[in-house]
Structure formats: C-alpha cells, structure tokens
T-cell receptor, first 112, second 113 residues
C-alpha cells in the first residue's frame, strides 16, 4: 500500500529565508507525486506535480520540487519565503484510478 | 473560483441527525471524488464515481454513509445518524484536464454536537 510521510509537522522560517519541506513516499510503481497548499479557511490548491521526465519540477508561486527515486523523496523548496506563504502544505502520491494518498501535512509559519 | 462548488460551506448538526452535502462541478467530468479531512490531518479518500457508477469505496465509508451521482454531474454525500467522530471537512474533487491530480472544492465543514 502506498503511504506518504511528512516528517515536519511545523516549520518556522523568517521572511526572505529559503524553505525546504520534506516528503517521503512509499509506492511500488512509478509514483505520481503532488504538492498542495491549504491556507486557513481555504480549499486545497495544487502547487505542482510530477509524473515523469525532468526530476526538478516548477510550480506556481515560485515553488519547485525535486523527485529523488533513490531516496523516495519529493521535497518542496522555495528560495525566498514571503509572509503570504504561511499555510499548510500537503504532499500526495497517486495510485491507479487517480486516487491520492496524502501526508499529514506541514504547517509553515513565517516570521517577519 | 475552484471549478467545484460545494454546499453548504458549514453545517452544525446534533448527534443522531442526518445530513446531506452537495457537490457541483462547474464543467463536465467523468470522475468525481469525495475526501474527508479531519483537523490537523491530510485528506483521506472516501469514494469516487465514474459517471453515475460508484466504483470504489474506502473502509472509512461506514454503512451510515451513502453517496450518489444520479445524472453523472452533481453528487451528494449523506451521513445518517451522525456521530461526533464524523466532524470533519468533506471535500469534493474533479480531475485536472487530462491529467492526474484534482481540483478541489472549498469543502463542507461538518460539526456534530
């Protein structure tokens, strides 16, 4: 069965600092991987996705993620965090039928 | 505008009452998904439809839960005899155009008191 682990429940960074959110997955086949963001009281918004090809994928809002098969990881990065990036971030892996399994999320707080 | 409309946005109900939520995709999609998200957790898959047919149900979907998609467009999710453990955000989603992944609705937040 597939699973997703986001080891960091909370992360606090200063505005302007770089960010990396960790995601590890377990899946027997080639994974389809996603990052979603959820702001307080808002729905889930897709940041980026990986299906195949280039292991470094670019998303919206200046985010990128790198797929590393050898480490079963799909970490999310941003070079310079803005206060508006404060939100909860979810990593997910897809399986047949387009069902997604989500991680528990990482809550990002941004210090001024 | 998320492409998926859910109604109501919030629902407070007493334990033991029945509730029904509705999901309306703005554009036509063959598939429609329901997820549940409890506080501090990621969304968990409940069920999905291919047109009118309900193709898969999670073990999370007890006998008190029923979902329908009668005309292959909108969908309803009913919970009978609600329990406090049913308190959660119920999310509806439709596939991204031609690709994996979803567009999620804003959800219905259920509070059972």
């Amino acid at each position: 069965a597939q699973s997703v682990t986001q080891p960091d429940i909370h992360i606090t960074v200063s505005e302007g600092a770089s960010l990396e959110l960790r995601c590890n997955y377990s899946y027997g086949a080639t994974p389809y991987l996603f990052w979603y963001v959820q702001s307080p009281g808002q729905g889930l918004q897709l940041l980026l996705k990986y299906f195949s090809g280039d292991t470094l994928v670019q998303g919206i809002k200046g985010f990128e993620a790198e797929f590393k098969r050898s480490q079963s990881s799909f970490n999310l990065r941003k070079p310079s965090v803005h206060w508006s990036d404060a939100a909860e971030y979810f990593c997910a892996v897809g399986r047949a039928g387009n069902m997604l399994t989500f991680g528990g999320g990482t809550r990002l707080m941004v210090k001024p | 505008d998320t492409g998926v409309s859910q109604d109501p946005r919030h629902k407070i109900t007493k334990r033991g009452q029945n509730v029904t939520f509705r999901c309306d995709p703005i554009s036509e999609h063959n598939r429609l998904y329901w997820y549940r998200q409890t506080l501090g957790q990621g969304p968990e898959f409940l069920t999905y439809f291919q047109n009118e047919a309900q193709l898969e149900k999670s073990r999370l979907l007890s006998d008190r839960f029923s979902a329908e998609r009668p005309k292959g467009s909108f969908s309803t999710l009913e919970i009978q005899r609600t329990e406090q453990g049913d308190s959660a955000m119920y999310l509806c989603a439709t596939p991204l155009e031609g690709e994996w992944g979803y567009t999620f609705g804003s959800g219905t937040r259920l509070t059972v008191v």
